[in-house]
């Protein structure tokens, strides 16, 4: 299983991003598909999880309203939107996936596989 995550860069505060993660060697829609994110200094958290069909998303409250995930089944990815970044965005961004709901892996230690990270820095 791979899970490629790409999109990370340097950015504006207010500014936007998307990123993006190609999935291989799973069977996509059986996964949940959520993105976690580390800061220097800090514990990894729980970002954004959306269902395997996509009907449902979950997002950390620093997040919501801000960030979008969606998710593209036949393709075989997910995206999360971030708009208004805010420099407490900036961190190395990870894809995970996981038969059973991403967001209820806490900061996502345990999920079942989990991509090498991207990173997002927010100017101020």
């Known amino acids: 299983v791979q899970l490629q995550a790409s999109g990370g860069g340097l950015v504006q505060t207010g500014g936007s991003l998307m990123l993006s993660c190609a999935a291989s060697g799973l069977t996509f829609s059986e996964y949940s598909m959520g993105w976690f994110r580390q800061a220097p200094g800090k514990e990894r958290e729980f970002v954004a999880a959306i269902s395997w069909g996509g009907g449902s998303t979950y997002y950390v409250d620093s997040v919501r309203g801000r960030f979008t995930i969606s998710r593209d089944n036949a393709k075989k990815m997910v995206y999360p939107q971030m708009n208004s970044l805010e420099p407490e965005d900036t961190a190395v961004y990870y894809c995970?996936?996981?038969?059973?709901?991403?967001?209820?892996?806490?900061?996502?230690?345990?999920?079942?596989?989990r991509g090498k990270g991207t990173l997002v820095t927010v100017s101020s």
């Open positions: 995970a996936a996981d038969r059973f709901p991403i967001q209820s892996k806490g900061p996502g230690y345990g999920v079942e596989y």
